[in-house]
């Protein structure tokens, strides 16, 4: 995990060794001024001198702490840089793999967990780098750099500072690993916390419904109890190491100042080095305790980079291919075949597909029916590449569907879900996503062809009007028609249609199908409905049942053979 | 300043805590200052060979003060971070208790993912308010107070001096740091606010940006957002870096001074030369008093701003208030409903137009209409989501204003149209509705439903988790999930608002069987564009336009001429062809 993340800043090598230079440099001008300081009061107290006598070393004085200012201040900005870049690299390959890996994956974890493991969780990173590192490697250098110099002086003072010194990271290992794994559960907990809120602010309507609002606050109380719970176990640890670390510090201090106080006595050293040993005792522990203090900020930067990682090593479901023969974009020749296909989701017993074979000709209308949780969706999913067949084949004009990019594959096709997203943005842009290039002209055509001519007219702001999150402000019906407009928009060779029409009312759903019956003309398209009005006309239709292929034929033949078809049919009567 | 009054006011219950902290912190400091001071005052007398016996005050001083120090600063820190922990719990639980009766009126113009955003990070900033904002000044004020007697003690020359120096360290510091810092603060936490919201987006809407292949576009404003973070958090460094350059100086700068007072104090014979280094050591170690005082002016700024966001939303006016005293509702209430009228704010058109009808106990009624013909809005209004301006609802025979919200949507099982699953087990989403359910309650409800035989063939059955927004069930099993919770609930009416819209037509058939047993002799509003099953309704309403415009039943409407007949013909197309 560490060199995971040491080679992170690899990009800023610079940045990172001007902070721990700046550090040590830092460091050395303190064991200067204090040189000088104990000379100069040694001259004074002891020598009798006067003010003129000291002036240039006072003036030395001056300088080395103007200097030592300029240092400290500019680690800061060395180790922010380095942070930064960190940061930004960490959070754009989390991101990119959450890309990648796709809603087969992000659909079952929680938003609120991942989008904390992309901000909060990244964020974390900061103190690692900005604190945690540079002050590590000072540890190391500036104790090392007092210790030579003071062993010539007073070995003896050298000793008890080599002793105590290695005592300082034993306690912070020892302690650290304890609070790590405290640390680790408080990240979770953290990350539990905003998911559960999340969920709590989003179906807030819901609660109220039940009439379970009120009491959700009690909950929230629980959970921040909990919360507090953990991180002051977290920290009561973590403080005891700092504790630790300053008792050592101190008593080290202690015992320095007595041992050479009673050395001074018998005459075995003199004043001025005396003095400056004094002076640097809390320089040599300095680093070190500073060190302990960051240190739990490191940890916490620890356990969210393993949670990131943790994403970042997740397998991918789709390997790319190795060489691709890009075809026409979604059109087709021969049409798509599914042979054979098997799917089943990770958490379900039976099947969601089991050997499915059909075919969707090209140019035409195919239509998937049947009851809920037959497997429609997931045949879906599986021409969207959100996920890939367990078992059997999909191909494309022969070639195997898995060969083709994902990306690329889907920038031939157009797709109507069950429940669209409509995102924070204005409505037009919200329109837009599926061509971001449309003029005025093109965006007015998709709106009519999905009937919000009239909702777009009435609403003040047209198309600029903001979405609430999720579309709060739209109905079920308006926002699957600006699903619909979309795909109008598109104008796509290959068109998936999930539901389209389930949300709406007749008058609405018979103006839809008129304009879908216009988009589907010569397009390739899939439509899953139980509608049974917007299948009527498809030159074929399967009947899924239990994620089987029951039957299939056009409307009039199956009807005719009176199975599960024409069940379907007579019951919507 | 009003603010900032009422922050302090949530620490106000637990202000024997934080004056003990304030306690603690100042003796820590005044520990590590009489650690160096004791130490030099040691070897300076240790270096004119008095006595040992002479020595011992010293020594026993020195270590007295090492060890005290560790520990009045450990014992600071649990006090202080332990009162702190429990001031945000009380203020994430008073912010929820502010916003829960503003739902789901007032939510549609913020996102949930900004609303998160205020709570989490937020309350998070607000986490420093006291350790690190109101904390240090009143520990550098008595520290500060006890150097300056100290350093008087010797010279009054050398005390003012140090002071002066401890004051421009803090005070000046914090001024620069206040005035530079407001921008960048502010900055810090609007783009926080926004990255976070633009990630909900990218991961919640992820389907969607990869079919359309805006996945990329959105991840190159997902960065940009992200270059924002980090600008304003440059920004922040440079301050930093400024002001802990400054600090050390300044630090420095002050020991300096006093050194080269004290200098000629010594030579002229007014200061035993013994207090020299005394002195040098203490005021280099006092400004460990004032060294956090910069940061807290920084962090102040941050916490007003996210301060000030939880307020402006907290503060907002509910849309529906309970009476001080609510009548209490009888379980089978009848409803009666006279010239309603409803127009949603900023809307030009009324939604409801003068509706009247009445519902009494046992009476199954439909609403039936075109899209956005306002059918859903009546069912908010019955609910008491929103408050009609004109006309009445009244509920067993009182205007429905006189009872508790909560009351009122407790008597009636509700089926909406876009049902929400929280992230829990199948089980804890049934038991939301009535938290007593036994299991065979609740496999009861679920076969009514239809489904609880989907339920058996799931491998953990109803311990199954529903993903986030039970996204893992189809359109159409979280529907009838939707539907059992809301027969759970034993409610004395039901509400159900196209309650079989992602079903297909043989599973609708079902379900509506298994309603309409389940809900005889209750009252029943079933609004629905499908017109299906409603030959058993007591009453049918159609809804145009925010009008009633047909009434009757089923028999009825359809040989009539209007709208409901036509509906029923271009539903029903699909047999004649």
Known sequence: ?573 | MNRIRRLLAFIVPSWRWSLLAVALGALTIGASISLLATSALLISTAALHPSIAELQVAIVGVRFFGISRGVLRYAERLVSHNTTFRLLGDIRVWFYRAIEPLAPARFASHRSGDLLARIITDIETLENFYVRVLAPPLVALVALLGTSVFMGGFAPRLALVLLAFLLLAGLGLTALTLGLGRGPGRALVESRARLRADLVDGIQGLPDLLVYGQAEGHFQRLRQAESRLHRAQRRMARLTGLQSGLNTLLAGLGAWCVLRLAIPLVSGGEMQGVHLAVVALAAMASFEAVQNLPQAAQYLEGNLQAAGRLFEVADAAPEVIDPPSPASLPLQAAISVRDLHFTYPGAEQPTLDGISFELPPGKQMALVGPSGAGKSTLASLLLRFWDAPQGAIHLAGRDIRDYAQEDVRRRFGVVSQQAYLFHASLRENLLLANPSAAQDGIEAACKQAQLHDFIGSLPQGYETYAGERGVQLSGGERQRLAIARALLTDAGAFIFDEPTANLDTVTERQVIAALGQATRGRSLLWITHRLVGLEGMDEILVLDSGRIVQRGTHAGLATQDGLYRKMWELQNRVLFS
């Open chain 1, 1 to 573: 995990m560490f060199s995971r993340l040491l080679r992170l800043a690899r990009s800023r090598r610079l940045a990172l060794g001007s902070t721990v230079a700046l550090g040590w440099v830092s460091g050395l001008l303190a064991i200067l001024q204090a040189w000088f300081l104990s000379r100069t009061i040694d001259r004074v107290f002891l020598g009798g001198a006067a003010l003129q006598d000291v002036l240039p070393m006072l003036a030395v004085l001056l300088a080395a702490l103007a200097l030592r200012a300029a240092a400290s201040g500019g680690m800061e900005l060395t180790a922010n840089a380095v942070a930064l870049a960190v940061k930004s690299e960490l959070r754009s390959r989390l991101l990119q793999r959450l890309s990648r890996l796709g809603p087969a994956f992000t659909g079952g974890e929680r938003t609120g967990e991942l989008s904390a493991a992309a901000l909060e969780g990244v964020e974390a990173l900061d103190a690692y780098f900005s604190q945690y590192l540079p002050q590590a490697a000072l540890a190391a250098f500036i104790p090392l750099s007092v210790l030579l110099l003071v062993f010539p002086l007073d070995p003896l003072t050298g000793v008890v500072f080599l002793l105590t010194a290695p005592l300082i990271p034993f306690f912070m290992y020892l302690i650290g690993r304890t609070a790590e794994n405290l640390t680790r559960r408080q990240y979770q907990v953290l990350g539990r916390l905003s998911a559960y809120l999340l969920d709590v602010l989003q179906g807030l309507a819901t609660l109220k419904l039940l009439g379970q609002s009120r009491d959700q606050a009690g909950n929230i109380r629980q959970a921040s109890d909990r919360f507090r719970d953990v991180t002051l176990g977290v920290l009561r640890v973590t403080f005891l190491s700092a504790l630790t670390l300053e008792l050592l510090g101190a008593l080290s201090t202690a015992i320095v100042a007595v041992e050479i106080g009673l050395r001074l006595l018998e005459g075995n050293i003199s004043f001025q080095p005396a003095l400056f040993i004094l002076v640097l005792a809390p320089d040599f522990y300095q680093p070190l305790r500073a060190l302990g203090l960051r240190f739990h900020a490191g940890m916490s930067g620890m356990a969210a980079a393993r949670r990131i990682y943790e994403i970042l090593d997740t397998p991918l479901p789709v390997q790319p291919p190795a060489a691709c023969p890009t075809p026409a974009r979604g059109r087709t020749q021969s049409g798509i075949c599914f042979e054979r296909v098997s799917f089943s989701y990770p958490s379900r017993d039976l099947p969601a597909l089991q050997d499915v074979s059909l075919e969707i000709p090209p140019g035409s209308l195919t239509a998937l029916v049947g009851a809920t949780g037959a497997g429609k969706s997931t045949l879906a999913a599986l021409l969207l590449r959100f996920i890939e067949p367990d078992g059997g084949l999909i191909t494309v004009d022969g070639q195997p569907l898995a060969e083709i990019l994902p990306d690329e594959w889907r920038a031939g096709l157009a797709w109507v879900p069950q429940s669209p997203y409509l995102f924070n943005d204005t409505l037009g842009a919200n329109l837009r996503l599926s061509k971001p290039g449309a003029s005025h002209a093109e965006v007015g055509r998709a709106l009519a062809m999905a009937g919000l001519e009239d909702f777009v007219a009435s609403l003040p702001q047209g198309l600029d009007t903001p979405l609430g999150e999720r579309g709060a402000r739209l109905s079920g019906g308006q926002a699957q028609r600006i699903a619909i407009a979309r795909a109008f928009l598109r104008d796509a060779p290959l068109l998936i249609l999930d539901e389209p029409t389930s949300s709406l009312d007749p008058a609405l759903e018979s103006q839809l199908n008129a304009a879908i019956r216009q988009l589907a003309f010569g397009r390739t398209t899939l439509v899953i409905a139980h509608r049974l009005n917007t299948v009527r006309e498809a030159a074929r239709i399967y009947v899924l049942d239990g994620g089987q292929v029951a039957e299939s034929g056009d409307h009039a033949s199956l009807l005719q053979r009176n199975g599960l078809y024409a069940g379907l049919v007579t019951a919507q009567a």
